[in-house]
């Protein structure tokens, strides 16, 4: 495996790290709550748009840091618009030259919310490429499952064999969106049990595996005390079948 080499920090890194004596303000709470996961309808596009679980705007709203930055930012700018108003006549006349002549226009927040619709259009781009790119690969499942089990009939004669090879791939199919589904119910901390929830793997086992004869009792619980990815192991089981027959 290619090392990749070091890179020297960037000015910028340097001046925040100077700046915020090298304190990482996502922690690691944080990251897994911005990471985007399959919660996304695409039947509801409409919906979509109000979506406030699980987005960006949920993290930044609930930050102190935002908040603390935001008064920072318009004491600086109030503070700056009393001293262009050149009173010196107290506070009564601070607040009518302030009020009069440097009232708040909408010229003063322009950069501001061309920045805010810059950013909400590339998060909303963002949440559809990922959308599509989920869709497309579901098919790409799908499609090449289809191609395994028209390759093992066109070469194996033998009906077991055949199964033999088809319910390991099957399984591994049914394991994957048993994830998919597991991750995304615990991102919106459902427990198993919940409407919401797929279930624990006991549950999988139970209601799909054992009544539809994809996996034995002893392939089950290896995989239940698998800690890596199931659906890899599953596909080394077909290999060593494929390769056995």
């Known amino acids: 495996m ?16 100077l700046l915020t004596g090298g304190h ?14 399959n919660q996304y309808d695409a039947n509801e596009s409409l919906l979509n748009l109000f979506k406030f679980s699980g987005t960006a705007i949920q993290f930044i709203f609930f930050k102190p840091v935002t908040w ?14 009393s001293l262009r108003t050149g009173c010196q006549n107290g506070a009564s006349c601070w607040v009518d030259d302030f009020t009069e002549k440097y009232s708040i226009q909408f010229t003063d927040i322009t ?3 061309t ?6 259009v590339s998060y909303n ?4 490429r990922i959308l599509e790119k989920q869709y497309f690969s579901s098919q790409a499942i799908a499609g090449r499952i289809s191609s395994l089990a028209m390759h093992c009939r066109s070469v194996l004669r033998n009906p077991a064999n055949r199964w033999d090879l088809h319910r390991l791939i ?29 279930g624990s793997w006991e549950d999988l086992c139970a209601a799909s595996f054992y009544p539809n004869n994809l996996l034995t009792q002893a392939e089950a619980e290896c995989l239940g005390r698998y800690k890596g ?5 599953l596909f080394a089981w077909y290999d060593r079948s494929l390769r056995l027959m």
């Not at 090392?3 to 001046?15: D, E, M, R």
């Not at 603390?68 to 618009?81: A, D, E, N, R, T």
């Not at 990815?229 to 192991?233: D, E, S, T």
């Open 115 to 120: 920045l805010v619709v810059f950013l909400f």
């Open 125 to 128: 781009n963002m949440c559809y």
């Open 170 to 198: 099957l399984a591994a199919q049914q394991t994957f969106y048993w994830n998919l589904r597991k991750v995304d119910a615990e991102s919106h901390s459902y427990k198993p049990g919940d409407a919401d929830h797929p």
């Open 111 to 113: 950069v501001f919310t």
């Open 24 to 37: 990482n303000f996502i922690v690691t709470v944080d990251r897994s709550r911005l990471i985007i996961k």
């Open 229 to 233: 990815n199931k659906c890899n192991l």
């Open 68 to 81: 603390f930055c935001i008064s920072l930012h318009y004491f600086g700018f109030f503070y700056v618009k």
């Open 2 to 17: 290619a090392l990749v080499p070091v890179q020297s920090p960037s000015l910028f890194s340097s001046l925040f790290k």
